[in-house]
């Protein structure tokens, strides 16, 4: 059986990205087009699938990380009785790059830097090609990306540094994060290890440390990727207000549809 490497980000996820629901409208808008539900690639803790199941949307996520899908569904049965989560969730243990659903999709979508943790550009277009394959004939896939930052591609590891400290009410203790990141501008990747220490009344209690990469991806590589995957950029924005994308911007927001199928002339 193989080991779940984001088991301990499992744990910790929902602390790291507390109250940050910036990108929800931004899908629940998307969502809206049609009746058809919606899919998330990289569900992990349901951070973006659950307030946009609790909105009424149908929302299917799928996470090869077992660890984070059990705290979704942790969360979704935590949910009142009569909250739509109930019924317009469903979470699926699998691979984004390669999975076959039944259902059609309006919307597919990618938040928050999810898709850098496909490692190779083989991994990415077929995780693409997957969403091109699910996607309705007028549906949207969106993937919204980081921009890179010069600092973030220095030569040598970054010092390791205090990111957060904050309560886990659950397990009543206090957790700090702390950071440290190696790049690899050549692959353009990026070797992120994370250590998470708990605190408790009487001092430390314990350490936690998860290691993974980051592959980061050029405007102009996605949107060859996307195109490679039969799918056409439409928009492109900079931010989740839908401003322009420039070189003041933060995010990459792709918004693509599925291309036109090409005919051969006939003669």
């Not at 629901?21 to 087009?33: A, K, M, P």
């Not at 957060?164 to 692959?187: C, I, L, M, Q």
């Not at 995957?229 to 990459?252: I, Q």
Request: charged content about 25%.
């Amino acid at each position: 059986m193989s080991i779940d490497p984001y088991s301990v980000l499992a744990d910790y996820y929902d602390l790291d990205v507390a109250g940050y629901e910036e990108d929800i409208s931004l899908y629940d808008n998307l969502g809206r087009r049609h009746e058809l539900p919606l899919l998330e690639l990289g569900v992990g803790t349901g951070r973006a699938a659950i307030p946009l199941a609790r909105a009424g949307l149908h929302v299917v996520g799928i996470d090869k990380s077992e660890a984070m899908l059990a705290v979704a569904r942790k969360k979704a049965e935590a949910e009142p009785k009569r909250s739509s989560v109930r019924t317009h969730l469903t979470v699926v243990h699998g691979d984004i790059t390669h999975f076959t659903l039944e259902e059609r999709f309006g919307l597919v979508f990618s938040p928050l830097g999810g898709f850098l943790h496909l490692r190779t550009q083989e991994e990415q277009l077929r995780a693409l090609e997957c969403a091109r394959q699910h996607l309705a004939p007028d549906g949207l896939v969106v993937v919204d990306l980081p921009t890179l930052e010069g600092e973030d591609w220095e030569s040598g590891a970054r010092p390791l540094y205090l990111i957060w400290t904050r309560e886990d009410a659950e397990r009543g203790v206090t957790v700090s994060k702390y950071r440290s990141a190696e790049a690899d501008p050549a692959r353009q990747l990026q070797r992120v290890t994370h250590i998470y220490e708990e605190w408790g009344p009487q001092g430390s209690i314990r350490r936690r440390m998860v290691a993974f990469q980051l592959r980061y991806v050029h405007r102009y590589e996605m949107e060859l990727l996307l195109q490679q995957a039969g799918l056409r950029v439409r928009d492109l924005y900079g931010s989740y207000d839908l401003s322009p994308y420039d070189h003041h911007a933060t995010r990459m927001i792709f918004v693509a549809g599925a291309a036109p199928v090409r005919r051969a002339n006939r003669r």
